[in-house]
């Protein structure tokens, strides 16, 4: 890699980051607290926000869309180039996010532990998924090895998706499920849902028969028992 090349993932990776930090902070600070107003026009404006975020995961995450950007992006950069636009676009949500009022409900004391218990269960879910595939790779700062094959360690024995999983506890584990809190949770998380479908064909494309007979093993998806 150039000079250039380094500095351009790293500060990808930097961004990346720093998005992340965003969202977890608006979560767990900014949403904390009911909004005075907004309704129903708010709701819509966040789903298209989101929406938006969207598209590009499961657009430029397409085979052919990433062919034809190779066209312009050096191979070396395109994951770098994907997560400096995810980065910008999760943090243009949280930055616009409309304001939702009302909770749906709130328990204090020691009734609130088994909400902190599945939160906690759903970061280490994360950590240990991302773990499993490399930060760096992920933030876009390495590119995986050429022999790199499918990763089956850890929580992807339990589920295809352990990431997904994580997110969805962390998110709707609140304590405190103001109706922001659920919003985010709920949109992002009908998001994932509706692209793991297109995922997996991507997948198996990319790892044929190995992917087949991992489906084959862990039956569950996201959900154990459930999908």
Known sequence: MTTFERVFVWLGGGLFV???TA?????????ATPAPDGGGWALAVDAVLFGVFALHH???????VKHKMERLIPARLLRSSYVWFASLLLIGVVSFWQRVAGSLYEVAGWRAA???????TGVWLIARSVRTIDPLELAGITLPADNDGLQVAGPYRWVRHPLYLGWILALFGAAHMTVDRFAFAAISTAYLFAAIPWEERSLVRAFGESYLRYQREVRWRVLPYIY
């Open 18 to 20: 720093a998005a992340l």
């Open 23 to 31: 969202c977890a902070h608006a979560y767990l600070f900014v949403w």
């Open 58 to 64: 499961s657009v430029l995450a397409r085979d052919p």
């Open 114 to 120: 088994p909400h902190v218990l599945v939160q906690l």
